[in-house]
């Protein structure tokens, strides 16, 4: 069961407060970003909302005072004696923006990853169809396991995260049909070269390193993938990732 330390939701037409929906589901976009420290912070704020503004005009959902309407909603509810490290999730659809803030977890290193047959709908897109997923990290400790989403064979991203894949000191990603999450745009301007290539769930272990990239996790190493016997051969890169990680986060501004 998620605590949230808020949840409301708004007719996005005049800003008025009404019953909370979490709008999944529905045709609809969201974004989800980490909110830390005093006064709060929020990691990577403007690709986050530049993202759901883009994702929102494709499902015809855009509203042009949606920055400003965020931004006053945030002045409103957040709290400056509050010491937050949350998440931040906002959703919206043709007629609601929500928002809500829960607890962020850290990832363990003693980290499983689940292989599942499962695809997002429209996976180029932060949408709202996220019910089946759902259904299986309400099983998990997101703190130790997530799902690999796995279709024909290939693996393609987690319920959570996005995945880079590491072998012969060299990052390998899915080709297409995932979401490119503003922390896996951070990473690719930091990673000399990602080679795009389908991951095929039995050529796994030939990797040394996977991880899982997002604004949930930050930077987690799978430790172990027990379906098929994986395990993790090093954590060289996971440090690396997690320097450059530690460093946007210390240069992080107040969002505006």
């Known amino acids: 069961m998620v605590n949230y330390l808020l949840k409301k939701s708004y007719q996005l037409k005049d800003l008025k407060e009404i019953d909370f929906k979490d709008l999944w589901g529905d045709h609809g976009v969201f974004t989800t970003m980490w909110i830390f420290g005093n006064p709060p912070k929020i990691l990577f704020f403007k690709g986050h909302i530049n993202n759901l503004i883009k994702s929102s005009k494709v499902y015809s959902i855009y ?3 949606l920055k400003n309407n965020i931004l006053n909603l945030l ?3 957040l709290n400056s004696k509050t010491k937050y490290n949350h998440l931040l999730r906002i959703a919206l659809n043709k007629n609601t923006l929500s928002i809500s803030l829960r607890k962020r977890i850290k990832p363990n290193l003693n980290f499983d990853l689940k292989l599942v047959k499962l695809k ?3 996976p180029e897109f932060k949408n709202l169809k996220y019910k089946e997923i759902l259904k299986h990290l309400s099983k998990l400790d997101n703190s130790r396991s997530d799902i690999g989403l796995c279709s024909n064979n290939k693996i393609f991203e987690t319920g959570t995260s996005n995945l880079l894949f590491i072998k012969d000191n060299k990052f390998f990603s899915p080709k297409e049909k995932f979401y490119k999450g503003i ?3 951070f990473f690719k301007s930091k990673i000399k070269k990602i080679y795009k290539k389908d991951i095929l769930v039995n050529s ?3 990797f040394d390193e996977i991880l899982l990239i997002g604004s949930g996790k930050g930077v ?3 430790q172990t993938i027990n379906q098929i016997k994986w395990k993790r051969k090093s954590l060289k890169f996971y440090n690396i990732l ?3 990680y530690k460093s946007a986060v210390n240069k992080c501004a107040k969002y505006r």
């Open 75 to 77: 002045r409103e509810n």
């Open 63 to 65: 509203k042009t005072s």
């Open 220 to 222: 987690a190493s799978v």
């Open 120 to 122: 997002r709908q429209k």
């Open 204 to 206: 796994l272990k030939e």
């Open 183 to 185: 922390t896996y745009k």
């Open 242 to 244: 997690s320097q450059h």
